[in-house]
């Protein structure tokens, strides 16, 4: 296998990651690979803060504006479009840096997917009538085949019953198969993993002044008019400040303040689930805003891959953490991180 350096740089949204990866990729000639679920899609930019032209400029980006906002994107596509990344800096000789804060796309590429099938919508419509006809059927009937996945989705979770159950149908094989390869110490791709963090109640500020700074940029014009365009997938609907604008364009809030807040909001609950996956992953190196860029060099090359101290709480986690865990999908923002000013 070609010895090409590959670092993977993480960590909460607003933990400024995104500025500290450009300086550590000038430095070490690396090349970026954005690992967040949302900038895949093109027009997207302000809620997503995608790197400026002129950050581009100065450190080659891969894996942004891959998919209109119409389209469903989900991890097993993501880790398609990143292999082929991989492959051909292999063939160059360069390095890749990637980075950001969606755990499934992490999980998902280094360590492997177990492959899903794409979504039934006749299938998952009947599941979700049941649901609502029969409270507690589905669970009741995941017991009985998957009694691992029914262990830890609650009754009322409807999106990841019926997706668990789907997978059921269409394969035979559980939802839980994929807790149980992310289980395993075997990494698929060799890397060096860099947790960016800091004290939460600095992330809380930063939060608050971006999304000041967004919605003073035209977050709102800009969901307008892709609302008026080429339109939201269910996925991308779902992102962090474009869910809460097409929410206000449809029924306004009482005022601005109360988009910001519910924004910030949700928000501070994807930190709070980043946060405790990411303090579960041991093997990693953890560094902040006071750690030099030679220094963070330096971390990772002595730095061993993650494996999790507790494989059961880094599983649960990294469930909490995403929307679904067998649908290749955080359908929530990681709202790649910049300087909130």
């Given at each position: ?223 307008r008019a892709i609302r008026d365009s080429c339109g939201f997938s269910p996925t991308s609907a779902l992102a962090i400040g474009y869910a809460e604008c097409l929410r206000h364009l449809e029924r306004p809030f009482k ?87």
């Amino acid at each position: 296998m070609s010895a090409t350096r590959v670092l993977v740089l993480t960590g909460p949204t607003a933990s400024g990651k995104t500025a500290f990866g450009l300086e550590l990729a000038e430095r070490a000639g690396l090349e970026i690979v954005s690992m967040d679920s949302m900038a895949v899609y093109r027009r997207m930019e302000l809620g997503t803060a995608k790197p400026s032209a002129s950050e581009r400029a100065r450190v080659p980006h891969w894996c942004l504006d891959l998919v209109e906002p119409n389209e469903v994107f989900d991890a097993a596509r993501w880790c398609q479009a990143a292999q082929a990344v991989l492959d051909d800096a292999r063939r160059r000789g360069v390095g890749l840096l990637f980075v950001g804060g969606t755990p499934l796309y992490l999980m998902a590429f280094f360590k492997g997917m177990v492959a899903t099938p794409p979504a039934d919508a006749p299938l998952r419509a009947r599941l979700a009538a049941r649901h609502a006809a029969e409270p507690g059927a589905l669970h009741a009937e995941l017991a009985l085949r998957d009694p691992a996945s029914a262990a830890w989705i609650h009754p009322h979770d409807e999106k990841r019953l019926v997706r668990a159950l789907e997978v059921l149908e269409l394969t035979g094989r559980t939802a839980s198969e994929q807790r149980e390869h992310f289980a395993r110490r075997a990494w698929r791709v060799p890397c060096r993993i860099l947790v960016f963090q800091r004290d939460r109640a600095e992330l809380h500020e930063r939060i608050k002044l971006r999304t000041r700074a967004m919605l003073a940029a035209g977050l709102l014009d800009e969901t307008r008019a892709i609302r008026d365009s080429c339109g939201f997938s269910p996925t991308s609907a779902l992102a962090i400040g474009y869910a809460e604008c097409l929410r206000h364009l449809e029924r306004p809030f009482k005022d601005d303040e109360e988009l910001r807040n519910r924004i910030r909001r949700a928000t501070h609950g994807l930190v709070r689930r980043q946060i405790t996956w990411l303090r579960r992953l041991a093997g990693v190196a953890r560094i902040g805003p006071t750690t030099g860029v030679d220094e963070a060099l330096a971390i990772a090359d002595a730095a061993e891959t993650g494996t999790p101290a507790s494989q059961s709480e880094a599983l649960d986690s990294l469930s909490e953490a995403l929307d679904s865990p067998s649908e290749a999908l955080d359908s929530r923002s990681e709202a790649t991180d910049r300087d909130p000013a």
